[in-house]
């Protein structure tokens, strides 16, 4: 999408992404290997009664949505960053999720007129309609020759 296709209150939907075991336990292993991410046996002992994704991995796949959904060729170059995250409910293997974005402002910079600024909140539910992701993300686009990548 460009920029100029976003507006507030526009409601973005995406998914289903199957969570599998391999890459909890990929992603762990390599970023978050902590045990309830990355031992199975010991997981069922916990307070989450299983294995866990890392909340870093559920905003990956947040992420990886978001692109296909929505910035894949669009003049996004950056974002500031989060006003918060928040992972209210644990993501586990075999969970499918399914992103839902709100556009919250679309506007162009006061400082930098060429750059479009949208504040966007973005939820992961999984298949019982269970919150496992809330974020509210801030991206920058590049208006100023309309360049977007593929």
Same mark, same amino acid.
């Given at each position: 999408?460009? !920029?100029?296709? !976003?507006?507030?209150?526009?409601?973005?939907?995406?998914?289903?992404?199957?969570?599998?075991? +391999?890459?909890?336990?990929?992603?762990?292993?390599?970023?978050? #290997?902590?045990?309830?991410?990355?031992?199975?046996?010991?997981?069922?002992?916990?307070? =989450?009664?299983?294995?866990?994704?890392?909340? &870093?991995?559920?905003?990956?796949?947040?992420?990886?949505?978001?692109?296909?959904?929505?910035?894949?060729?669009?003049?996004?170059?950056?974002?500031?960053?989060?006003?918060?995250?928040?992972?209210?409910? #644990?993501?586990? #293997?075999?969970?499918?999720?399914?992103?839902?974005?709100?556009? /919250?402002?679309?506007?162009?910079?006061?400082?930098? #007129?060429?750059?479009?600024?949208?504040?966007?909140? &973005?939820?992961? !539910?999984?298949?019982?309609?269970?919150l496992? /992701? +809330? /974020?509210?993300?801030?991206?920058? =686009? +590049?208006?100023?020759?309309?360049r977007?990548?593929?």
């Open positions: 999408m460009r !920029f100029a296709d !976003f507006h507030v209150g526009q409601i973005i939907e995406a998914g289903p992404h199957e969570v599998t075991t +391999d890459e909890v336990l990929a992603f762990a292993r390599r970023y978050d #290997p902590q045990w309830f991410h990355t031992d199975p046996e010991a997981a069922v002992g916990s307070r =989450f009664g299983g294995l866990i994704a890392s909340g &870093w991995h559920t905003c990956g796949i947040a992420m990886r949505m978001v692109v296909d959904a929505a910035l894949r060729g669009s003049e996004s170059f950056a974002s500031p960053g989060l006003q918060y995250v928040k992972w209210p409910h #644990p993501v586990r #293997p075999g969970d499918a999720l399914r992103l839902r974005v709100e556009v /919250l402002e679309a506007r162009t910079s006061a400082r930098q #007129p060429t750059t479009g600024v949208l504040r966007w909140r &973005w939820q992961l !539910f999984n298949q019982d309609a269970v496992v /992701l +809330d /974020l509210e993300a801030t991206s920058f =686009f +590049d208006l100023a020759q309309g977007a990548h593929g």
